[in-house]
């Protein structure tokens, strides 16, 4: 390699080194953000099917709703609001369509938390339908959602939204 192109190398080296320190910790492509908090939650479902205990199955349930609540609330106002509001038809019902599948998922989040027999075969049956819905919930939301937020939003904006979620969660009240 010319003297040159070591130089450029090493150039390019620095300012890759460089970029990450460009965004605060943390900072990240709501996107990302997601497809992590969807993972953590999928892997509480598996938990909750398969707790071998009521007072496991109850901790698991709690981790749930501290982990699903505020995602889903912050969700539909910093990403399913604004898809809403675009005019494009298609995309609007993706929004609406997110909106129905969370208001299920919570339906069936209650009834979880009302079955005080976490044991029983209610309860069993309501850990499995909650992990179909939010498994079938998040394989859509992760292709239909997602692409209309990469055709509709840059990559700065995305990383804006990815704090205003942050902030969102925050202010979200956990259900008992
Ligand atoms: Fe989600
Ligand atoms: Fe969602």
């Given at each position: 390699m010319s003297v040159a192109g070591a130089v450029r190398k090493t150039a390019r080296k620095v300012t890759n080194a460089l970029t990450?320190?460009?965004?605060?910790?943390?900072?990240?492509?709501i996107l990302t953000k997601l497809k992590q908090e969807h993972r953590e939650v999928q892997a509480l479902l598996e938990e909750l099917v398969d707790s071998a205990s009521a007072a496991q199955s109850k901790a698991t349930l709690r981790k749930i709703k501290a982990a699903l609540v505020p995602h889903a609330r912050a969700e539909e106002k910093i990403v399913y609001d604004p898809l809403r509001k675009l005019k494009d038809k298609d995309v609007n019902q993706d929004g609406e369509e997110g909106y129905l599948e969370h208001a299920l998922a919570d339906k069936v989040l209650l009834t979880l938390s009302r079955?005080?027999?976490?044991?029983?075969p209610e309860f069993k049956a309501a850990a499995k339908v909650l992990r179909e819905l939010l498994n079938h919930h998040i394989r859509e939301e992760e292709s239909a959602i997602w692409s209309d937020v990469k055709n509709n939003f840059s990559d700065e904006q995305r990383h804006d939204m990815n704090r205003r979620f942050e902030a969102a969660k925050k202010k979200v009240k956990i259900p008992q």
């Open positions: 990450p320190a460009v965004y605060a910790e943390g900072d990240m492509d079955t005080s027999n976490a044991g029983s």
